[in-house]
Structure formats: structure tokens, C-alpha cells
């Protein structure tokens, strides 16, 4: 029979989460000070970009509401912030896209089953799409993975 010694761990085993901890390196207050502005800059940048896209498209909205019809303008004004958003934040038009996708069929046929309502979809995907390619061919990476 083995004692109780031969069963004794060598050393204590370390998760990867606090092995990743051990490896990291503190901040300094100058770099966590430049983090926090450049966040706060993202931040400001964001509802900057949101409000004035909102205000342009209402505007365009109302415009063509009151010279059309006021069902156009709305649609209009919702698919230009739609666009505008997307092809300034891809990554959640994909995901919105991604979303939108199962209840496209549902939305379509109770707002009327019009055609221009199957196509509303794509304005999430298109300028996410442009965006994503842009990004791509701007530094040289596949746009699929390789083979290997």
C-alpha cells in the first residue's frame, strides 16, 4: 500500500486566467490615463455620430413626408439611419443582421408583404459588407481564410 506522501502533488497547478495574471504587466498612470481618454473619445465620438445621423434623417424623413407621403418618409428616414449606422458600425450591423434574419418573414407579411419590406434586410448587410471589404483590401488581408 502507498502512503499518503506518494500522492503529493510536486507543485501547485496555476488556471490559465491567474497564469495570465502573473504574466501581465501593470499600466502605468500615464498609459491607463491615455486608455481612459481614448475610451472616453470613442465614447463622445459614438453619440456625436448617433445624434447628428438622427437629426439628418428625421429631417429628410419630414421633408419627404410632407411632400410624398408621410408612410414614405417615415421608411425612408428609419432606411437612412439604417445605412448610415451600419456602414459606420459593421460589426453590429452584422449582428443586427444576423437578428433581423428570422423575423424578416414575420415583419414582411404583417406590414403588408411588400417587396420593398424583403429588401429591408439588406440594409444592414450592405454597408456592413462595403465596410468589412474596404477594411480588407486596406490591409492586404484574405477576405476568406486560407485553405490549408
Known sequence: MASASSFKRKGRRKNPEQAAEDTA?????????SQQRQAKKA?????????????????IGLLIS????????VGAGFGLLCLSLS?????LAVYAFVAYIPFSGTVTYALGGSSILQLAKDA????????????VVGKDCPLLSPSR
Request: a positive charge.
Open 25 to 33: 504587466v501593470a499600466l502605468s498612470p500615464k498609459e491607463l490615463r
Open 87 to 91: 456602414f459606420r458600425y459593421p460589426r
Open 43 to 59: 465614447r463622445n465620438d459614438l453619440i456625436t455620430y448617433t445624434i447628428a445621423a438622427v437629426a439628418v434623417c428625421t429631417f
Open 66 to 73: 410632407l411632400i410624398v407621403d408621410p408612410v414614405l418618409g
Open 124 to 135: 444592414f448587410y450592405f454597408p456592413a459588407r462595403s465596410r468589412c471589404f474596404s477594411f
